[in-house]
C-alpha cells in the first residue's frame, strides 16, 4: 500500500496569511493526487484534483502542486471560511490512500 | 445539485450483519462509479469499496475482502454496502462518494455526509 504522509497535523494563520499543507508518498504517485476540505459536521468536498486542477466552483486563492511523491496545497490569502480539516488522497493505485490530515485553525 | 444520504447504520454485535443504503439524486447515478469510504473515531480515512457504473467490476480494501458486498440499483439511484461478519475494528462512520469521472472509476467527488456503525457487544 502506499503510505501518504501528511504535514503539518495542525496549522494556526492569520487572515490572509499564506498557508502551505504537504503530503509526502511512499512512492511516486504520478500527480494522482487529490486535495479535500472538511468543515465540521460537513461531507469532505473536493478542492484539487491530479495534483493542480482546481474543482468548479473551488476559490482560486487555492491551488496545488507537486510532482513525483512529493505535492503541496497553498492557500494563497487565508479567509475566515478556510477554517477546516484538509486531507489528500492518492489514486495512484489500489487501495487509495489518504493522509492523515491538517486541521487549520484562524489565530 | 448532487445530495447522497446514507442510511442503516447503528449499534451491532460482533459477527452480526448491517446493510447500509446510500440514496442518490442530482445526477445520473447509472454513468457514475460509486464508493465506501470509513473513518474510525480519531484514525483517518479509509477507502472500502468501489464499484463501477454498471456494477459488472467490483474492488475492496483487503480488510474487508470476503465481509463485505458492495452492490448498487441504478434503477433506484441507491449503493448498498452488506457488512457480514462484523468487527470491532469496523467500527466507524461510512461515506458513500461519487465518482470524479464520467464511466470510469478514480477517485472521489461528492461525498455523504455519512452514518456510523458500531460494533460492540
Known amino acids: 500500500d502506499i503510505q501518504m504522509t501528511q504535514s503539518p497535523s495542525f496549522l494556526s494563520a492569520s487572515v490572509g496569511d499564506r498557508v502551505t499543507i504537504n503530503c509526502k508518498a511512499s512512492?511516486?504517485?504520478?500527480?494522482?493526487l487529490n486535495w479535500y476540505q472538511q468543515k465540521l459536521g460537513e461531507a469532505p468536498k473536493l478542492l484539487i484534483y491530479?495534483?493542480?486542477n482546481l474543482q468548479t466552483g473551488i476559490p482560486s486563492r487555492f491551488s496545488g502542486s507537486g510532482s513525483g511523491t512529493d505535492y503541496t496545497l497553498t492557500i494563497s490569502s487565508l479567509q475566515p471560511e478556510d477554517v477546516a480539516t484538509y486531507f489528500c488522497?492518492?489514486?495512484?493505485?489500489?487501495?487509495?490512500?489518504f493522509g492523515s490530515g491538517t486541521k487549520l485553525e484562524i489565530k | 445539485e448532487v445530495q447522497l444520504v446514507e442510511s442503516g447504520g447503528g449499534l451491532v454485535q460482533p459477527g452480526r450483519s448491517l446493510k447500509l443504503s446510500c440514496a442518490a439524486s442530482?445526477?445520473?447515478?447509472?454513468?457514475?462509479?460509486m464508493h465506501w469510504i470509513r473513518q474510525a473515531p480519531t484514525k483517518g480515512l479509509e477507502w472500502v469499496a468501489s464499484?463501477?457504473?454498471?456494477?459488472?467490476?467490483?474492488y475492496y480494501r483487503d480488510s474487508v475482502k470476503g465481509r463485505f458486498t458492495i452492490s448498487r440499483d441504478n434503477a433506484k439511484s441507491t449503493l448498498y454496502l452488506q457488512m457480514d461478519s462484523l468487527r470491532s475494528e469496523d467500527t466507524a462512520t461510512y461515506y458513500c462518494?461519487?465518482?470524479?469521472?464520467?464511466?470510469?472509476?478514480?477517485?472521489?467527488?461528492?461525498w455523504g455526509q455519512g452514518v456510523m456503525v458500531t460494533v460492540s457487544s
Open positions: 462518494a461519487t465518482d470524479r469521472v464520467y464511466y470510469g472509476l478514480s477517485s472521489f467527488d461528492y
Open positions: 442530482g445526477f445520473t447515478f447509472s454513468n457514475y462509479g
Open positions: 464499484i463501477s457504473p454498471s456494477g459488472g467490476s467490483t
Open positions: 512512492q511516486n504517485i504520478n500527480k494522482y
Open positions: 491530479n495534483t493542480n
Open positions: 488522497l492518492q489514486h495512484s493505485s489500489r487501495p487509495l490512500t
